[in-house]
T-cell receptor, first 115, second 113 residues
Framework: DAGVTQSPTHLIKTRGQQVTLRCSPK?????VSWYQQALGQGPQFIFQ???????QRGNFPDRFSGHQFPNYSSELNVNALLLGDSALYLC??????????????FGPGTRLTVL | GNSVTQMEGPVTLSEEAFLTINCTYT??????LFWYVQYPGEGLQLLLK?????DKGSNKGFEATYRKETTSFHLEKGSVQVSDSAVYFC????????????FGPGTSLSVIP
């Protein structure tokens, strides 16, 4: 049973560029959440997708956008990158309306460095 | 608002020592509580959870009890190993909304032989 997978593992970009991160949820899960973890801090919620729609959003600017596909996989897009966007980006999935609703399972993350 | 507070680290222990990492929370209603662990260079792994008052979560020798009266969920282990060196995050999710996990700032644990 494959867990949550993310790609790429590492990414280096320069200020002003755009980046796309990808996530495949755990088998049987239909809800995907994205978190940003700055160095030395706890993860902060960015947004969550369910049924291909953004269901809830954290306190992040519109430069952060996402998408969910019919197969439940998801993308996180960040435009006009800033140095402060450097972080570990974590994807998490949970089974939505069935099963263990309150437990989110996390992927290994994508380490984004903005120079 | 909802929040999680953890004891500040880093915590350094000798192998086989007793571990306690304190966690307290503020939340409306009755959240589910979690401990996640992050090993160096890796993502988050669910360590244990508790969903209601007086529940005890346990896994790999770690335990935590949901204490509603003190709004706490302290993590304990009787005998730590070098392989337990990691960052530990206390977290909650409100049952009224299964939307997001709220994390504490994390506590770094180093276990020395």
């Amino acid at each position: 049973d494959a867990g949550v997978t993310q790609s790429p593992t590492h990414l280096i970009k320069t200020r002003g560029q755009q980046v796309t991160l990808r996530c495949s949820p755990k088998s049987g899960h239909d809800t995907v959440s994205w978190y940003q973890q700055a160095l030395g801090q706890g993860p902060q919620f960015i947004f969550q997708y369910y049924e291909e729609e953004e269901r809830q959003r954290g306190n992040f600017p519109d430069r952060f956008s996402g998408h969910q596909f019919p197969n439940y996989s998801s993308e996180l897009n960040v435009n006009a990158l800033l140095l402060g966007d450097s972080a570990l980006y974590l994807c998490a999935s949970n089974p939505g309306l069935a099963g263990d609703l309150d437990t989110q399972y996390f992927g290994p993350g994508t380490r984004l460095t903005v120079l | 608002g909802n929040s999680v507070t953890q004891m500040e680290g880093p915590v350094t222990l000798s192998e086989e020592a007793f571990l306690t990492i304190n966690c307290t929370y503020t939340a409306t209603g009755y959240p589910s509580l979690f401990w996640y662990v992050q090993y160096p260079g890796e993502g988050l792994q669910l360590l244990l959870k508790a969903t209601k008052a007086d529940d005890k979560g346990s896994n790999k020798g770690f335990e935590a009890t949901y204490r509603k009266e003190t709004t706490s969920f302290h993590l304990e282990k009787g005998s730590v190993q070098v392989s337990d060196s990691a960052v530990y995050f206390c977290a909650l999710i409100r049952k009224t909304s299964y939307d997001k996990v709220i994390f504490g700032p994390g506590t770094s644990l180093s276990v020395i032989p």
